[in-house]
């Protein structure tokens, strides 16, 4: 996997985060495949953005484009420094293990994880726990249901969104789709 890791400075992180995401389509069509956000825990105008990419030369391309170069100006971003990654190893700790996984599964909250363990590769879902959270922190409210039916809706979703099950068992496969739908329709 491809990666790049930004670190610049910007004038004010509110008025870098509005560019930042109304250039969302022009870098996915560039080929960013997901990205995450940090910041110095001292100063909110010290940014971290790291990203995968389909290709190192296509990211090379973005960032160096003339049309990027006025949206960091416009951004008020002070001298970026480019850092260009190949994935070499990913490694998560659960359960005193370390566990190798796929970090753009792992980039997804809700996608399943590909885990090898002795050269078995078990494919790892979401906790129902873990889907309701999702759905709580995207705002849906829990309208109740009937035994370990749960029924949660939200103002921008056309229907409800069923969640069966025990908090502490393992999601389904169309439990985690119908989520990740939800999510999606409850942003527009």
């Not at 930042?20 to 940014?47: H, M, P, T, V, W």
């Not at 370990?148 to 939200?154: A, D, E, L, W």
Request: net charge positive.
């Amino acid at each position: 996997m491809q990666h790049i890791l930004i670190i610049h400075e910007v004038e004010s992180y509110p008025a870098w985060k509005t560019v930042f995401d109304q250039a969302a389509d022009i870098r996915k069509r560039a080929g960013e495949i997901s990205c995450q956000l940090l910041r110095y825990d001292n100063d909110a105008n010290n940014i971290v953005h790291f990203s995968e990419w389909s290709s190192l030369d296509n990211a090379r391309r973005f960032f160096e484009s003339p049309e990027l170069v006025e949206i960091r100006r416009k951004a008020g971003v002070k001298s970026p420094d480019f850092i260009y990654l190949k994935e070499i190893e990913h490694g998560c700790f659960s359960s005193n293990l370390l566990l190798k996984r796929d970090c753009a599964k792992r980039a997804q909250p809700l996608s399943s994880t590909l885990c090898n363990q002795q050269n078995r590769v078990k494919l790892m879902l979401p906790k129902i726990r873990e889907l309701i959270a999702e759905l709580e922190r995207a705002g849906f409210v829990n309208r109740g249901g009937k035994g370990s039916h749960r029924n949660f809706v939200h103002p921008n979703a056309q229907k409800p969104v069923t969640i069966s099950g025990k908090l502490g068992e393992d999601a389904k496969h169309y439990q985690v789709r119908a989520v990740r739908l939800a999510l999606e329709e409850a942003k527009k």
